[in-house]
């Protein structure tokens, strides 16, 4: 995998997907992202689709629930074919554990490459401080925070974490090279933050150590999209091969 831009598609209908790829037709390794949103409403259907275009599909549903349950839903994303999928980190060791068995157990069965297991610390809309509020626990700073879910996760079988770029050099300090950061919150310096609290560049995730990114408005929404995931990804990447990922 080689610091993929995965673009989020953040759309209602698959419709609305096929018509924003058309620009990206000639482009290759390219790698999307489909959230709940937009699986919810066209499923498994979607991913194959997208795979059959020769896409990189990254699921990310967050999953969150007992064991068993992720577990057995998580041997059904084993068998889409995807490259990447989430769990939250809150879940604790045991639901990350069989996160990974389920989708070791789906890909065997499948045939095909076990996707990657990605453990969901904090979200980038959270602020420290409304983490405080949540937890009722002020002892642990935003990266204190990020650093021991990272760790968790490393040490249950994911291999990797979504986080902020902002904490990717410790989480690597933490765990390893090798464990692998995906970061969203990323927005080109003339982009507005939305709902995002900790934003960063491409240009500064590249150098903060982050193994990927995810940027959803600042390509989705802009008026040549095409164009955009040229600069986000000249800005990551440091070079201006523009049909290689």
């Known amino acids: 995998m080689k610091k993929p831009v995965i673009i989020a598609l953040d759309f209602v209908s698959a419709e609305k997907v096929y018509e924003f790829l058309e620009p990206f037709s000639k482009e290759r390794d390219l790698w999307v992202k489909v959230g709940m949103e937009l699986f919810y409403g066209e499923g498994p259907a979607l991913i194959t689709n997208l795979r059959k275009r020769g896409l990189h599909v990254f699921l990310d549903l967050k999953l969150y629930d007992i064991p068993h349950t992720v577990n057995q839903a998580m041997k059904q994303i084993g068998r889409l074919g995807v490259e990447m999928t989430t769990v939250t980190g809150l879940g604790g060791a045991q639901m990350i554990q069989a996160a990974k ?53 490393a040490n249950n079988g994911a291999d990797g974490v979504i986080s902020s770029a902002l ?79």
């Open 101 to 153: 068995d389920g989708l070791l157990s789906g890909a065997s069965e499948a045939g095909i490459v076990t996707p990657k297991l990605l453990a969901i610390t904090q979200l980038t809309s959270m602020t420290e401080v409304a983490m405080h509020e949540t937890l009722q626990n002020d002892q642990y700073t935003m990266v204190q925070s990020v650093d021991h879910l990272a760790q968790l996760a």
């Open 167 to 245: 904490e990717a050099k410790s989480i690597h300090e933490r765990t390893s090279r090798e464990f692998l950061t995906i970061n969203p919150g990323i927005r080109l310096e003339s982009d507005a933050k939305d709902d995002q609290a900790r934003v960063v560049t491409p240009a500064k995730a590249a150098e903060l150590g982050s193994n990927g990114i995810v940027v959803g408005r600042s390509i989705t929404q802009a008026s040549d999209p095409l164009r955009a995931y040229k600069q986000v990804k000249l800005e990551f990447k440091g070079d201006s091969d523009n049909n290689g990922n």
